[in-house]
């Protein structure tokens, strides 16, 4: 006799991802934003183990303020506890132990403390996605590649010791990192190098919206533009002051190119360009812009 089917229970739900449960960001675009200006920091720089540890307090603190975002824009807000939690407790051991390899660093913080206490607010206010918020977050991430260098060359400044501002070109020439020509050195190169990441980073903001969230609107569309062409004077200017080589000159021109023709074919020829196709250009131009920086 045939045994009776046993109905099926109710079907468990799908594990949450790493990302939408929070443990994982899903802003693509700002891992170059959080790798390459403190990479090029220490690189630039003599190594020092404290180094080691600076990197994993950004790189843990950055995951914690994914999460923290999480949890504060949600509704339901049990989900995204446990990681905001384990961040937390991960960015606190990994601060101490930086400052305790490096107490110096404590200079560093009003600074951080003004970006990321702007940021928190705009976050509260729902204004997270904004251009001054995004601005702002870029802005935070480039510095961290002056820190790692102001760690790397023991903290060797100008009188200013809130801020190593650029120094007399006495002092830089026995600071590490230059540019091809060999006329800035030191912190200036530094300054100038974060100066251009920051140019850079942000204008990728305003491309990212005229294709995705904001692809129907024209201001945007017509600040992109325009802010790219500013950044192509502004390398020729560079190049031609030989701060800044012509390489850089000519992958501005390519970022201007990438800036017009995605928003123009979807508009003009009804093109569609996924997140995806978008971050795999992104990644090239970003590796564009750092080679460019060291060649003539």
């Known amino acids: 006799m045939a045994q009776p089917q046993q109905s099926p229970g109710p079907r468990k739900p799908k594990r949450r991802s790493l990302t939408r449960s929070g443990w994982i960001p899903d802003y693509h675009g700002a891992w170059a934003m959080v790798f390459v200006p403190i990479i090029l920091g220490i690189a630039l720089s003599n190594f020092r183990f404290a180094q080691i540890s600076l990197f994993l307090l950004w790189i843990v603190g950055y995951f914690f303020y994914f999460a923290m975002t999480k949890w504060f824009l949600a509704r339901n807000k049990e989900p995204y506890s446990t990681p905001v939690k384990v961040y937390l407790l991960a960015t606190v051991i990994l601060g101490l132990t930086t400052i305790w390899a490096a107490p110096t660093l404590l200079y560093w913080t009003p600074w951080f403390a003004i970006l990321i206490g702007s940021t928190v607010a705009l976050t509260y206010y729902r204004k997270e996605r904004t251009m001054v918020a995004r601005g702002i977050t870029i802005a935070a991430g480039v510095l961290t590649g002056a820190v790692a260098y102001d760690l790397g060359t023991y903290f060797a400044r100008s009188t200013f010791r809130w801020l190593p501002v650029p120094v007399d070109y006495t002092m830089a020439a026995t600071l590490p990192g230059s540019n091809w020509y060999g006329t800035v050195t030191g912190w200036n190169w530094m300054w100038l190098l974060s100066l251009v990441l920051f140019l850079y980073f942000f204008g990728t903001v305003p491309v990212v919206k005229t294709v995705i969230r904001a692809r129907r609107s ?79």
Not at 238 to 262: E, M, N, P, Q
């Open 218 to 296: 024209i201001p945007h569309l017509v600040f992109s533009i325009v802010y790219h062409v500013v950044l192509v004077a502004l390398a020729l200017v560079s190049a031609i002051f030989h701060w800044t080589g012509w390489v850089l000159f000519a992958v501005s021109i390519l970022l201007l190119a990438r800036a017009t023709y995605f928003p123009l074919s979807m508009r003009l020829q009804g093109k569609r360009w996924t997140a995806k196709v978008i971050g795999i250009t992104e990644i090239v131009a970003t590796t564009l812009v750092v080679i460019a920086l060291f060649l003539p």
